[in-house]
């Protein structure tokens, strides 16, 4: 049964987009605007018959940053790289229009934004209480120790192994995700 204005809830009619689809099937996952193509069979005899492409459509468990958990969809490979472009699922349903994301997209933005104001409301409460301060500097766990780091130089490989070691810990501590995966 298809989603309506009434059994969404009391949500405004800005938060809902309810756009006529021809691909009815778009709707239930991440299309991106990808529809059913029609089209011609050609062979050597010039005899044409039509037929039809379907898009290039995924099931995958995507992990959303703001819930916390995978969501599984059906999703074209060309929102695939969208998302990845984005920088997750929560960037894309939240920064893509309405019309390319159907009700399934919208459905999950609206998890994503209830879960975003309760995080800011869980954060705001959290900022009020005083925090202790921990003994150890947070520098300390920065700096390798010197004797591992001689022992490492010593071959090539191990070299090899310790500066992609010492560069991924510096992008995750920069929270750079895409950086640490494209060092080698």
Sequence with gaps: ??????????????EVAVTPQPFKRSQFGLFQ?????Y????????????????PNVQRKRLFSET????????????????IKKKGGVDNYVMQTRAG????????????????????????????????QKSKM???????PDPARTLKALSSPTKAKEFVRHTRR????????????SCVT
């Design 137 to 143: 500097s947070p520098f300390r766990a920065a700096v």
């Design 1 to 14: 049964m298809r989603p309506t204005i009434a059994a969404l809830g009391a949500r405004a009619v800005s």
């Design 33 to 37: 605007g990808k529809s059913k193509q």
């Design 169 to 180: 810990m510096a992008a995750k501590a920069l929270g750079m995700t895409g950086f640490a």
């Design 100 to 131: 390319l994301l159907g009700w399934k997209g919208m459905q999950i933005r609206l998890k994503v934004r209830e879960a975003q104001s309760k995080n800011a409301a869980a954060t705001d409460g959290a900022e009020s209480k005083p925090t």
């Design 67 to 82: 819930l916390q958990s995978h969501v599984q969809v059906k999703v074209t490979t060309s929102a695939l790289k969208t």
């Design 39 to 54: 089209g011609n069979s050609v062979p050597f005899s010039l005899h044409k018959t039509r037929r039809t492409w379907l």
